[in-house]
């Protein structure tokens, strides 16, 4: 079982940046690959980024490649996603999750945090 937890949110400018943190509970949770993923409203559930257990293999949405970079510690069991040049469409609800191996679709992923808002303001 894990439990995960987001922080960070919050309102921003476009350009700027937002270092969002979910800290996890669970002593496996260095063998679960770890994925952020944003809800806007009104919209499906999508895929921004995924890390595998190792840190080796990382995944991106195209539309966030370059801009964000997401990372983990697994001694502070805790993974990252840092935020850069926020655009106002970058705007939704953002969850971390939990799976087994590394992946982009959500249905792979069988934790989820409660989510936490960013909101980027033109």
């Known amino acids: 079982q894990v439990q995960l937890v987001e922080s960070g949110g919050g309102l921003v400018q476009a350009g700027g940046s937002l270092r969002l943190s979910c800290a996890a509970s669970g002593r496996t949770f260095s063998s679960y690959a770890m994925g952020w993923f944003r809800q806007a409203p009104g919209k499906e559930r999508e895929f921004v980024a995924a890390?595998?257990?190792?840190?080796?293999?990382?995944l991106y949405a195209d539309s966030v490649k370059g801009r964000f970079t997401i990372s983990r510690d697994n001694a502070k069991i805790t993974v990252y996603l840092q935020m850069s040049s926020l655009k106002p469409e970058d705007t939704a609800v953002y969850y971390c999750?939990?799976?087994?191996?590394?992946?982009?679709?959500?249905?792979?992923?069988?934790?989820w945090g409660q989510g936490t808002q960013v909101t980027v303001s033109s």
């Open positions: 999750a939990a799976s087994r191996s590394l992946a982009s679709d959500r249905w792979s992923y069988s934790y």
């Open positions: 890390i595998s257990w190792s840190a080796a293999n990382i």
